[in-house]
């Protein structure tokens, strides 16, 4: 596919399109913050609860849909 410079919309200020990447790029820092504390506690979650690794899959899907 090539692209033109007809395919690409300028219609946002450069206030907003900074807005727009502080926001999307906060955003993905949370997540990364967020599975890698879901990781480091995933041990701790399966020993308290006697589980195996199988069982405590769910935690990382739900923490990352929550």
């Not at 410079?5 to 900074?18: G, H, I, Q």
């Not at 990781?39 to 899907?61: K, N, Q, T, Y």
């Amino acid at each position: 596919m090539t692209f033109t410079a007809a395919m690409f919309d300028d219609s946002l200020s450069p206030k907003a399109a900074r807005f727009v990447l502080l926001t999307a790029s906060a955003t993905c820092v949370l997540i990364t913050l967020d599975t890698n504390v879901v990781a480091a506690a995933l041990p701790s979650i399966a020993r308290d609860f006697h589980a195996g690794f199988a069982d405590v899959e769910w935690v990382v899907s739900a923490s990352l849909i929550w």
